[in-house]
């Protein structure tokens, strides 16, 4: 299951169908529809991203909502909670050390995004960006501006950032995604994979970054809004096989993303087989 | 015996913006995505170019010292404008360069500038496995497309077929999963004919 977690919304609704059908050519499991908000919050939060889409999407592909809000002052951020209702992901974007600090320490917010086009005052230490990973909240690299744009400097600035988010972090708790405005700002999974592992993450890390660590973002964020107080929850474990089932594509949809699918129980062992038959022989010399 | 160890990479060119080529008709519109995705690169794209594109990717993004790390072996083994692929060939030690210099790649170079993006689908040791994956590939996607367009034609039909159809979509389905990740091989395969 690959993850992108990452996809501007816009109202161009044919550029956005083009980039949604080719991630999912590329092989990738679940996108999110990204809206930000620049500036105050306004008072209607509820998402711009209809539901169902105005287009057709693959049936393959899971079509998330998120939201990401800058962080400028404090002022917003007790309205995170209400946004929660609206999005299945909550990002944020700090634009200084201080907001940056509070997002690692304190916000109930799912990712924290950076803009690594910018150049950064200061570097990154761990003990901040450790607290946020403690938390599981997890840290996003974009890699889409670095491929587009002609601006020598961002390009440059995108990969020390980079490096160093990696250096800091130690490579735990980070996610990739493309930011992509155009579908040609899209790379796949192998791809991405591998500039991790140019950029100093390693192969295996990198892959996590797609996957594992992407999953437990979507995971946890379904967590809160769903379960008891984000610790229980009711997962859906099956039903008993009803011996005439006629139709078993109408069985409910599995809430969640399973981590494997387990296939059919053991065979049964030769001993068991011969109990079952003794008993039925006494069963049947009993009813005689 | 000890000798020069090269990597393989199997390219893929994708088109997916719709901008049309320069032979633009009105039939282009109604080909299915799965073909518009994979049409054909330019002619005018041959090897040399290709080449040179990633040099110049490499130079730009590691500089003369990735440039020179590279240059040893750096060779363009096979080129199908037809099918959009290519296999090249650059030093087992540094083919990460290679390929993230592919993977930074947004147009086609200068003359043509048609809007690319490059997919390394297979990173092998040898030739020989390189192309096999080549041939499995071109035969895959036309088994795709045609699928695509059986489906689009009688849906009904297919429903009808039963279980059979079914466990085969499925299959092809898982199939497609595991391809998903590039193989990349470590351990090196003896071929005694390099």
């Known amino acids: ?288 | 015996m000890v000798r020069v160890k090269n990597r393989y990479l199997v390219v893929n060119f994708l088109y997916p913006s719709t901008t049309p080529p320069s032979t633009s008709t009105s039939s282009f519109k109604d080909l299915p995505s799965l073909l518009q995705l994979h049409q054909p690169t330019p002619d005018t794209f041959h090897a040399g170019l290709l080449l040179r594109a990633i040099r110049d990717g490499v130079t730009e993004l590691f500089g003369d010292y990735g440039m020179g790390m590279v240059s040893s072996s750096l060779k363009v083994n096979y080129h199908s404008p037809a099918t959009s692929t290519s296999i090249i060939r650059c030093p087992q030690a540094h083919y990460q360069m290679v390929w993230a210099a592919l993977t930074y790649m947004t147009a086609l170079p200068r003359p043509i500038g048609t809007p690319v993006v490059v997919k390394v689908v297979r990173v092998s040791g040898t030739i020989k496995m390189a192309e096999l994956e080549v041939i499995r590939r071109a035969k895959d996607i036309i088994l795709r497309a045609k699928m695509e367009q059986r489906g689009g034609g009688g849906g009904i039909k297919g429903m009808g077929a039963g279980m059979g159809m079914v466990g085969h979509i499925m299959k092809t389905v898982e199939k497609r999963r595991e391809e998903v990740l590039v193989r990349v091989e470590e351990a090196e395969e003896e071929s005694e004919s390099e």
């Not at chain 1, 988010?165 to 980070?174: C, D, E, H, M, Q």
């Not at chain 1, 390693?202 to 008891?228: C, I, M, N, P, Q």
């Not at chain 1, 009711?234 to 981590?259: F, S």
Request: include cysteine.
């Open chain 1, 1 to 288: 299951m690959f993850y992108d977690l990452n996809v501007p919304w816009t109202d161009n609704t044919r550029e956005l169908q083009r980039t949604v059908a080719f991630l999912d050519e590329l092989g990738y499991d679940v996108v999110a529809l990204t809206h930000t908000f620049t500036g105050r919050l306004p008072a209607d939060l509820t998402s711009p991203v209809p539901r169902p889409l105005p287009f057709p999407t693959p049936s393959r592909l899971r079509i998330l909502r998120r939201c990401n809000i800058f962080l400028t002052d404090a002022a917003t951020n007790h309205r995170i909670p209400q946004l929660q209702q609206h999005y299945d992901i909550i990002a944020a974007r700090p634009t200084d050390e201080r907001t940056l600090q509070q997002a690692c320490a304190s916000l109930d917010i799912d990712l924290i995004s950076l803009d690594l086009t910018q150049r950064f005052e200061k570097y990154f230490k761990f003990p901040m960006l450790g607290t946020a990973i403690a938390r599981g909240v997890k840290i996003e690299l974009c890699y889409s501006q670095g491929l587009l744009t002609g601006d020598a400097t961002a390009k440059r600035n995108l990969i020390s950032n980079a490096t160093q988010l990696i250096r800091v972090s130690r490579g735990r708790g980070l996610i990739f995604s493309s930011e992509a405005r155009s579908v040609m700002a899209v790379r796949a999974p192998s791809d991405v994979i591998n500039l991790a592992s140019v950029w100093g993450l390693g192969h295996e890390r990198g892959k996590d970054g797609l996957t594992k660590e992407a999953r437990s973002v979507v995971e946890f964020a379904r967590l809160k809004r769903e379960s008891f107080r984000g610790v229980v929850d009711v997962v859906y474990g099956g039903e008993k096989p009803v011996p005439d089932v006629v139709d078993k594509n109408k069985r409910a949809p599995k809430k969640g993303t399973p981590v494997s699918q387990s296939g059919e129980g053991k065979p049964m062992s030769n001993r068991q087989k011969k109990r079952n038959k003794k008993m039925d022989e006494d069963a049947d010399k009993n009813t005689v």
